[in-house]
């Protein structure tokens, strides 16, 4: 399979791509990938970067230690899972059918009009300061947005969220919940670093216990319960 060139890079690479085996039928992939078909689940190899450009997936993809995946336009039709990433960073009307789960990943980045078909989760992330550890920011996603254990900024922003969104156990942030309509609760728990929760439109509880500082929370029209310890 050639590389398919992409406007948007103009770093020289090569798509490489292998069937790991048989059994397993996943493709590894890194480069630059366009306008492709893959049928398989995909790896994105350690320590390399990956561009989808309008490629569709018909499985899941892996981002190993150390890679970084970025995506336009592409369509993913199961989950993305990333184990001690660089970064994933999908933008510009990405689909994603089922769930993207960072676990020990630098940072996580879902924007840009994508959709995910399921959750959005980082766990132990450890981001350099100023750096965004989770960034969800003008998108759609049908279930949960949760951040937990993180450091680094965590935010939320200008999304349409069918669950909740969790923020718990993070340790420096800051964070950002603001301009969301969410169709579950908003639980803010345990977090330290400074935090603003504002201008939300929740259909469900606002809770708000154990932080510190506690964050600043205005704005927000809450169908259910406020919860403020």
């Known amino acids: 399979m050639n590389a398919t060139p992409s406007h948007r890079f103009s770093i020289g690479c ?41 490629t569709e997936i018909r499985g899941s993809v892996r981002v190993l230690a150390g890679a970084r995946l970025v995506t336009f336009q ?68 049908v279930g949960n947005v949760v951040a937990v254990g993180n450091s680094g900024l965590v935010r939320a922003a200008i999304n349409s969220i069918g669950g909740n969104v969790a923020f718990a156990d993070n340790g420096r ?22 935090g603003v929760i504002a201008v939300n439109r929740v259909k469900g509880d606002l809770h708000s216990e154990g932080n510190s500082p506690d964050p600043a929370i205005a704005n927000n029209l809450v169908d259910g319960d406020i919860e403020i310890d």
Not at 19 to 42: C, F, Q, W, Y
Not at 84 to 91: E, K, S
């Open 14 to 54: 090569v798509v490489w791509l292998a069937a790991a085996t048989l059994a397993s039928a996943e493709v590894t992939l890194k480069g630059i990938v366009g306008a492709e078909i893959i049928n398989d689940d995909v790896v994105i190899a350690r320590n390399t970067l990956c561009v989808l450009d309008r």
């Open 74 to 141: 592409a369509d993913i039709q199961g989950n993305v899972r990333a184990r001690n990433a660089a970064r994933v960073d999908l933008r510009l009307f990405t689909t994603v059918g089922g769930n993207v789960r960072g676990e020990g990943a630098r940072s996580i980045i879902v924007r840009s009009g994508t959709r995910v078909g399921g959750n959005v989760r980082l766990e132990d992330s450890s981001a350099p300061v100023g750096m965004d550890a989770l960034l969800v920011v003008n998108t759609t996603v």
């Open 173 to 194: 942030g800051s964070y950002v919940i603001r301009g969301n309509l969410i169709g579950g609760d908003i639980r803010f728990l345990r977090n330290r670093g400074s």
